[in-house]
T-cell receptor, first 110, second 116 residues
Framework: KNEVEQSPQNLTAQEGEFITINCSYSVGISALHWLQQHPGGGIVSLFMLSSGKKKHGRLIATINIQEKHSSLHITASHPRDSAVYIC????????????FGEGTQLTVNP | NAGVTQTPKFRILKIGQSMTLQCTQD?????MYWYRQDPGMGLKLIYYSVGAGITDKGEVPNGYNVSRSTTEDFPLRLELAAPSQTSVYFC???????????????FGNGTRLTVT
């Protein structure tokens, strides 16, 4: 079993829908990252969080350390949000190294 | 600001050939990483560096070598390329001090390598 599990693996939505992507992990962590990988392959860091909630534009990331779970929400989704969303955790014992989930492929149709 | 620059973007190698993937960053980040991404799999760490002159193995280091002679550059060397090394390679950097990240991770645009 992977230490970082994302769900769903694939998600198709209509423009304007509210989207939630989930990340569960099985190890103690000190930080969690959400990344976005564009269709062209480039990877961009969206959020880095260790507690609570962060918001940037239409994106919201939450984390519950006790439940070992994080969610990424996209409000008023748009076709340009179509990408792979990747969850990665920094384990308490791994220094700066990250363990990555396999990603969630999001497609938003107009 | 260029960020993290990787070259080349694409490369085809024959089995047994060698090559170097170049990575340079202009953000004065102390930490640099090389990852590989195989289809349907999460990113796997090959090697990383915590500063000039210091490198360490990640999860999948076999068949690769790195060096970090300057803060800016972190080349990845493939010796005796094998089909199992067909993948997309990403270089990344971050600034890390006092046990916490002080910057997000910055990724290069990737190198798509095929070994035939």
């Amino acid at each position: 079993k992977n230490e970082v599990e994302q769900s769903p693996q694939n998600l198709t939505a209509q423009e304007g829908e509210f989207i939630t992507i989930n990340c569960s992990y099985s190890v103690g962590i000190s930080a969690l990252h959400w990344l976005q990988q564009h269709p062209g392959g480039g990877i961009v860091s969206l959020f880095m969080l260790s507690s609570g909630k962060k918001k940037h534009g239409r994106l919201i990331a939450t984390i519950n350390i006790q439940e070992k779970h994080s969610s990424l929400h996209i409000t008023a989704s748009h076709p340009r949000d179509s990408a792979v969303y990747i969850c990665a955790v920094k384990r308490e014992t791994s220094g700066s190294r990250l363990t990555f989930g396999e990603g969630t492929q999001l497609t938003v149709n107009p | 600001n260029a960020g993290v620059t990787q070259t080349p973007k694409f490369r085809i190698l024959k089995i047994g050939q060698s090559m170097t993937l170049q990575c340079t960053q202009d953000m004065n980040h102390n930490y640099m990483y090389w990852y590989r991404q195989d289809p349907g799999m999460g990113l796997k760490l090959i090697y990383y560096s915590v500063g000039a002159g210091i490198t360490d193995k990640g999860e999948v280091p076999n068949g690769y070598n790195v060096s970090r002679s300057t803060t800016e550059d972190f080349p990845l060397r493939l010796e005796l390329a094998a089909p199992s090394q067909t993948s997309v390679y990403f270089c990344a950097s971050s600034y890390w001090e006092g046990g916490i990240y002080n910057s997000p991770l910055h990724f290069g645009n990737g190198t798509r390598l095929t070994v035939t």
